[in-house]
C-alpha cells in the first residue's frame, strides 16, 4: 500500500532564506506526485505535479520540486521565502494504479518570519 | 467562475442528528471527492466519483453515505453523528489525473 511521509511538522525560517520541505513515499508502482498549500481558513491549491518526463519541475511562486525515483523522494524547494508563504503544505501520491485518488502526508507548515 | 463550492462554512451538531453536506463545481468535471481533514493530519479520502451515478468508497467511508445524481453536485449525508466525526470537511473536482480543485469548507462540530 503507499503511504506519504511527511517528517518535518514545522519549519520556521526568516524571509529571504531558503527552504527545503521533505517528502518521501513508498509505493510498488508508479506514481504521479503533488504538492499542495492551503492557506489559513482556505482550501487546498495545487502548487506543482509531476506526473512523466523531467524530474525537476517548477510551480507557481517560484517554488520548484525534484523527484527522485531511488530514494522515492519528492521535496520541495524555494531558493527565497516570502512572508506570504506561510501555510501548511501537503504532499500528495497516487493511490495503487488509479491516477486520480491520492494519499497525503501529515503536512507541514511553514512559518516564515522576518 | 466559482469553482468548488460547499455549503455551509459551518455547523454544530448534536450527536445522533443527521445532516447533509452540499458540494457543486460548474467545471463539468467528472470526478469529484470528499475528503476529512483531522488536526495535524493530512486529508483522508472518504468517498469519490467518478461520474453521474457511479460512487465509491475511499479510506475512510464508515458513517458516510453520498449520492452523485448530476455531474455538478456531490452531497454528503451524516446520518447518526458522532463526536469523531468533528471535521473540517473538503469537497473537491477533478478532470482525471489532472489538479483537483478544492473548495473551501466544512467545519463541523458533533457535541
Known amino acids: 500500500a503507499q503511504s506519504v511521509t511527511q517528517l518535518d511538522s514545522q519549519v520556521p525560517v526568516f524571509e529571504e532564506a531558503p527552504v527545503e520541505l521533505r517528502c518521501n513515499y513508498s509505493?510498488?508502482?508508479?506514481?504521479?506526485l503533488f504538492w499542495y498549500v492551503q492557506y489559513p481558513n482556505q482550501g487546498l491549491q495545487l502548487l506543482l505535479k509531476y506526473l512523466s518526463g523531467s524530474t525537476l519541475v517548477k510551480g507557481i511562486n517560484g517554488f520548484e520540486a525534484e523527484f527522485n525515483k531511488s530514494q522515492t523522494s519528492f521535496h520541495l524547494r524555494k531558493p527565497s521565502v516570502h512572508i506570504s508563504d506561510t501555510a501548511e503544505y501537503f504532499c500528495?501520491?497516487?493511490?495503487?494504479?488509479?491516477?486520480?485518488?491520492?494519499?497525503f502526508g501529515s503536512g507541514t507548515r511553514l512559518l516564515v518570519r522576518p | 467562475n466559482a469553482g468548488v463550492t460547499q455549503t455551509p462554512k459551518f455547523r454544530i451538531l448534536k450527536i445522533g442528528q443527521s445532516m447533509t453536506l452540499q458540494c457543486t463545481q460548474d467545471?463539468?468535471?467528472?470526478?469529484m471527492y470528499w475528503y476529512r481533514q483531522d488536526p495535524g493530519m493530512g486529508l483522508k479520502l472518504i468517498y469519490y466519483?467518478?461520474?453521474?451515478?457511479?460512487?465509491d468508497k475511499g479510506e475512510v467511508p464508515n458513517g458516510y453515505n453520498v449520492s452523485r445524481s448530476t455531474t455538478e453536485d456531490f452531497p454528503l449525508r451524516l446520518e447518526l453523528a458522532a463526536p469523531s466525526q468533528t471535521s473540517v470537511y473538503f469537497c473537491?473536482?477533478?478532470?482525471?489525473?489532472?489538479?483537483?480543485?478544492f473548495g473551501p469548507g466544512t467545519r463541523l462540530l458533533v457535541l
Open positions: 467545471m463539468n468535471h467528472n470526478y
Open positions: 509505493s510498488s508502482v508508479s506514481v504521479y
Open positions: 473537491a473536482s477533478s478532470a482525471r489525473a489532472e489538479t483537483q480543485y
Open positions: 500528495a501520491v497516487t493511490i495503487g494504479d488509479s491516477s486520480y485518488k491520492l494519499i
Open positions: 466519483s467518478v461520474g453521474a451515478g457511479i460512487t
